[in-house]
């Protein structure tokens, strides 16, 4: 199985960062490895205590299903096919935030966001997402 390495977890987590300083928000950045556990972490100052848990379970939604948690969202809302997803592995999280990381176009981990608006954590995941 081909993983991230720690070195690029850490550019992965530094790019969101830059882009949460950008954005002006707080954030918790989660970035987990092929087989979902947590590589890297990172809790801004002053950012809420209550998105580290959001972060890392975005992180793990976006590996486990390999889509955007937000993708994952539309297709769990009530008559969609996976509708009550979320209470599945422990708990997941279904909106946006989560992103798979994917290096030479094989999945490797997944970055996951929370402290903002969902729009927030989806632009600075994407940001952290594109540094790979």
Do not use: C
């Amino acid at each position: 199985m081909t993983d991230i390495s720690l070195n690029e977890a850490r550019q992965v987590l530094q790019a969101a960062h830059e882009a949460a300083l950008e954005a002006q928000t707080k954030m918790n950045i989660a970035v987990v490895d092929a087989g979902g556990n947590l590589k890297a972490f990172t809790r801004m100052d002053g950012a809420w205590l209550g998105s580290i848990d959001i972060a890392v379970k975005k992180a793990r939604t976006a590996r486990y299903f390999d889509m955007p948690t937000g993708d994952l969202g539309t297709l769990s809302q009530p008559g969609e096919p996976l509708f009550n997803i979320e209470v599945s592995n422990g708990g997941l999280i279904t909106f946006p935030g989560g992103i798979p990381l994917l290096k030479d176009g094989v999945v490797v981990g997944a970055i996951g966001v929370s402290g903002s608006t969902v729009e927030d954590d989806h632009s600075v995941a994407s940001a952290g997402a594109a540094a790979l």
